[in-house]
């Protein structure tokens, strides 16, 4: 297993991936709170022609003409569905299908054409629809480093206007802010991701990359700060996993697929797992919360007892505080559980009085509620 560690060019691999789901995690935050997950798989698609052209033009596969091409390609599809949702009547999730759909079909038809040319080493070309991390080398992880860094910066820089945005709209557009600008700014920047991911989880892959790390980090924390940085270490450690994990053994596993899966296995654990929001959590709450409920519902049946027998002291039986009770055979574990809390008392075998420990508890409770017990 550790063998894989020592194959050459894994460091290159782990440092991009790592990079990019970074950046990814932290980008993809505002897309998800702005509800538009399915931006970056439009504007990804929308790349593909963009690198066929670049291809065609520069007659080279070098990367920085490559991501050039799909970075304009992807400008043009992201500001077609800014104008479209803005300035029609046409919904964002309408032009959002009907610019993946034009963009990839042209994108698809240009690949097939140019595949077909005599000089064929050009069908290398189709490592951009599922990506190819392996072949990341030194330069690679530079340039999405040079893409990566100023992402961030601007993110940082920023932090307060996308926040508002993100969150409020039209209380920012109350304020002056120029949102419209902003909206545009945070497209040119999920761009730029998208462009630096290409040859790392391909067209197809890398809107999983963008959004999963954000719903995992959602799970987690109500804090946008807390968020992006979760976001981008989920991300992070998804790219360094999946690196690792692919090339585990002889028969090495394409990268962008694993991490992708990696990613999908941290949301699936969130989604289940994490405090506040996780199914579990909320079914460990729910049920600890009705124990609490069939508590204090036994000791208000006991005091309600005690008073309409004042004077009394000869206690009440199980039978008939389950006769009483909506939930009978959860009577006796809570009885059971009030006399080792000191709030009941059992005068005679079988027979149970609240102490005044008990009330005031209850009176204590009910009065937080608004309704003191009187």
């Not at 399915?38 to 990367?63: T, V």
């Not at 208000?300 to 939930?327: D, T, V």
Request: charged share 15%; proline share 3%; aromatic share 8%.
């Amino acid at each position: 297993m550790f063998e894989s560690l020592s194959v050459p060019g894994l460091g290159s691999v782990v440092a991009g991936t790592a990079l990019l789901g970074f950046l990814c995690g932290t980008l993809g935050t505002f897309a998800v709170l702005r509800k538009q997950s399915l931006m970056g798989d439009a504007i990804s698609h929308a790349c593909l022609p963009g690198l066929i052209l670049a291809f065609l033009l520069f007659n080279s596969k070098e990367s920085w003409a490559l991501m050039l091409g799909a970075a304009i390609s992807g400008t043009i599809a992201a500001m077609v569905i800014l104008g479209i949702s803005r300035f029609s009547r046409v919904k964002e999730d309408s032009a959002l299908a009907i610019t993946l759909s034009v963009f990839f079909g042209f994108g698809l038809m240009l690949l097939t054409w140019v595949q077909r040319r005599p000089d064929a080493a050009q069908a290398g070309l189709a490592r951009f629809l599922f990506g190819q991390a392996a072949t990341l080398l030194d330069r690679d992880v530079w340039l999405l480093a040079a893409i990566a860094i100023p992402c961030l910066i601007t993110v940082f820089i920023f932090w307060k206007h996308f926040q508002l945005v993100c969150f409020d709209r039209s209380f920012a557009q109350s304020l002056g802010f120029p949102v419209f600008l902003i909206e545009v700014l945070l497209s040119l920047l999920l761009v730029m991701v998208i462009v630096a991911g290409l040859e790392t989880v391909g067209v197809v892959l890398m809107s999983a990359l963008l959004v999963a790390p954000a719903v995992a980090a959602r799970q987690w924390t109500n804090k946008l700060e807390i968020m992006a940085i979760l976001a981008g270490v989920f991300g992070a450690f998804s790219g360094i996993a999946g690196a690792v994990l692919s090339n585990i053994g002889k028969t090495s596993i394409p990268t962008g697929p694993v991490i992708v899966l990696f990613i999908t296995l941290i949301v699936f654990l969130s989604i289940l797992f994490a405090p506040a929001r996780g199914i579990v959590w909320l079914q460990f709450k729910h049920w600890r919360d009705s124990k609490v409920l069939q508590l204090d519902s036994v000791l208000s049946n006991l005091l309600n007892l005690a008073r309409e027998h004042s004077g009394k002291q000869n206690g009440h039986s199980m039978a008939m505080l389950k006769g009483i009770s909506s939930n009978p055979s959860g009577v006796p574990r809570s009885v059971h559980k009030l006399l080792e809390m000191g709030l009941v008392s059992e005068v005679d075998k079988g027979l149970y009085i609240p102490t005044s420990k008990g009330a005031e508890y209850l009176n204590e409770k009910t009065s937080h509620m608004g309704s003191p017990l009187t």
